[in-house]
């Protein structure tokens, strides 16, 4: 159901139904077709492999193969429209199965995308879906030449993650003292001379540009996201304290123009009260739901991450 919405819905924009009804399926006056193994006479197939038919997620044994100049697999035989599944095969790629599965975690627990089948079969870089979803439409269109789809119009969301909101000012007493101390062990005298004349108000905290991002969305009339880390400070989360007076100030100043969502703290990846505490803290400080997530140094872990974030309305 996932799938068949993305692709036809979402991508091509065309008005769909499924059925499961022979009878029903027979009715239908209008262009039609059919997935699956077996195909009605003279009548527009597109062979199904059996990835979207499983209940479980299991090891899948693919092998990518060109098609029309494109990386393709799930593979099907017999006489369907295409020599593969496009459906399971954008199924595959966009619910990010591979991290279902085992794999060699990186230093931060991530999936790293060399593992990856889009990296080592060199289509990574490629919107491989949109592709297939282009001879989806090709084959639609000679068959049902009548068929319409909706024009894509371009939108640009300029989205902002603010794991630090300022890089010298409001730091506290002992985290400004240790920024100092670190620039003179590393014989860095260019971030200790800025950072005392950001502190001495002769020059502007090199972070804080967020009246230059006002005047791009004033400018071009952008609907901007910023997601703010609210967490509390550990080895990869530096931002400061959301009890700090000035940072209150700014993020409630932000979310008066423009939607500001969570920037989960990477502590909280492996503690779920963590994240409650930090999506509550954010609601209570702008009054507003908190509808919108980016993860913090992009952790995720399915599919803990996503069921947690929806259990918390995300």
């Known amino acids: 159901s996932y799938i068949f919405s993305f692709m036809l819905e979402d991508i091509l924009g065309v008005d769909y139904e499924t059925t499961e009804d022979r009878g029903h399926y027979l009715k239908h006056n209008g262009p039609r077709f059919s997935y699956g193994q077996i195909a009605f006479k003279g009548e527009l197939n597109f062979k199904a492999s059996q990835l979207l038919y499983e209940k479980n997620v299991n090891d899948q044994n693919i092998s990518v193969f060109d098609y029309e100049g494109l990386p393709a697999f799930f593979k099907v035989y017999g006489e369907g429209e295409l020599p593969f599944d496009p459906f399971a095969a954008s199924f595959y790629l966009i619910s990010r199965y591979e991290e279902y599965l085992p794999f060699t975690k990186d230093r931060f627990g991530r999936f790293s995308a060399s593992q990856s089948l889009a990296y080592n079969n060199g289509f990574l870089d490629k919107p491989i879906i949109n592709l297939w979803a282009r001879i989806i439409k090709k084959v639609l269109l ?117 939607e500001v969502g969570i920037h989960p703290s990477f502590a909280s990846n492996d503690n779920f009260e963590k994240l409650k505490q930090e999506k509550r803290a954010l609601y209570e400080l702008v009054n507003r739901d908190i509808k919108s997530s980016r993860q913090h140094f992009l952790k995720l872990s399915f599919p803990q991450t996503y069921q947690r974030l929806i259990e918390m309305e995300i």
């Open 142 to 258: 000679q068959h049902f030449p009548e068929l319409i789809f909706r024009k894509k119009k371009y939108k640009f969301i300029p989205t902002y993650d603010i794991d630090s909101a300022f890089s010298y000012k409001h730091k506290g007493f002992l985290r400004t003292i240790g920024g100092f101390y670190r620039s003179l062990k590393n014989n860095d005298k260019e971030d200790f001379n800025d950072r005392l004349q950001v502190l001495l108000k002769r020059k502007k905290d090199p972070f804080d540009t967020f009246d230059l991002m006002y005047s791009y969305q004033k400018k071009y009339s952008f609907r901007p996201k910023y997601f703010f880390l609210v967490g509390d400070y550990d080895e990869y989360d530096k931002n400061i304290s959301i009890e700090v007076r000035q940072f209150r100030e700014l993020i409630k100043e932000v979310a008066d123009y423009a």
